[in-house]
């Protein structure tokens, strides 16, 4: 699955994550996040390791990354039981 700038956005904002954060737990540059997020649609200029590291870090803090399903892709948090 390829994220989308939104997608991350909308991540961090249901973590209530700031840039400096997420930058933290990914191993990456806040620089990085912000041009991230600053990008239009699918991530696709980014490479594969820096993608991963996002995703992980996100998923592991309670992060389900949606499919695009006829509505466009986006995310949920996983149900705390």
Do not use: H, W, Y
Request: aromatic share 2%; glycine share 10%.
């Amino acid at each position: 699955m390829l994220l989308t700038s939104a997608q991350l956005r909308a991540a961090r904002a249901l973590l209530r994550l700031d840039q400096s954060g997420l930058a933290e737990s990914a191993g990456i540059s806040v620089e990085t996040i912000k041009r991230l997020e600053k990008m239009e649609g699918e991530l696709l200029a980014v490479t594969g390791t820096t993608l991963a590291k996002l995703q992980l870090a996100l998923e592991q803090a309670g992060v389900i990354f949606i499919d695009a399903n006829g509505n466009g892709p986006g995310v949920r948090l996983k149900d705390r039981q």
